[in-house]
Structures are given as C-alpha cells and as structure tokens.
Nanobody
Framework: QVQLVESGGGLVQAGDSLRLSCAAS????????MGWFRQAPGKEREFVAA????????YFSDSAKGRFTISRDNAKTLVYLQMNSLKPEDTAVYYC???????????????????WGQGTQVTVSS
C-alpha cells in the first residue's frame, strides 16, 4: 500500500507562487509514476501534471502549461508541483496520485491512478 501526504497549500494572491509537496511511502518510490490533480467546488477532479518514474517525461494540462512545473526527488521520495503566476481559477483542492510505473494508461486519466492523498487546499484571491 502506498501512502501519499500533500503539503504546501495555502491562501495566496493572484500572481503569487506556491510549491506543493507530496511525500510517498510504503513502496519503492522509483516504481511509481506520479501525478497532480485538482478539484474545485462543484467540479470534477481534473488532471494538472504528471511525471514518469525516472522524471524524464512530464505532462501538463493546458491550463498548467507554462506556469506549473512538476519534479521529483527519488532519494527523498518527494514529488513537487511548482505553481507560478497563480490565478483565482486555480483555486481547488490539489491531490497527489500514484500508479505503477509500468502503467501505460493515459497519465491524465484519473482512473489510471491507484493511490491518492488527502489533498491540500489552494486558494488564490483576486
């Protein structure tokens, strides 16, 4: 079983930056591909970014592209989501997710992830 714990959320103003962290445990981190998703009130959970187990490949939603970066530190079993130029529409609960590194499913599909964190709230004021 994999445990994921997110941190780093908070209340910021539009244009500010935040870095979210996700600590993973319970399984060798190098066997996991990681993703970040978010869910705003009244909306479905949506893909934000993903990173392969080596960190070689990263993927972003259109809304995140150019503003967010995803990275991982396999030695520390951490994955990060650096969010710059935040907008009010980025307000949501952000979730860290993990799946087997061999999973060939689309990285932006929620159902391809087996493990989820509890989420961290990000609120961006205008």
């Amino acid at each position: 079983q994999v445990q994921l714990v997110e941190s780093g959320g908070g209340l910021v103003q539009a244009g500010d930056s935040l870095r979210l962290s996700c600590a993973a445990s319970g399984r060798p981190f190098g066997t996991l591909s990681m993703g970040w998703f978010r869910q705003a009130p009244g909306k479905e959970r949506e893909f934000v970014a993903a990173i392969t187990w080596t960190g070689t490949f990263t993927y972003f939603s259109d809304s995140a592209k150019g503003r967010f970066t995803i990275s991982r530190d396999n030695a520390k079993t951490l994955v990060y989501l650096q969010m710059n130029s935040l907008k009010p529409e980025d307000t949501a609960v952000y979730y860290c997710a993990a799946r087997d590194a061999g999973n060939s499913g689309r990285s932006y599909v929620t159902g391809t992830y087996d493990y989820w964190g509890q989420g961290t709230q990000v609120t961006v004021s205008s």
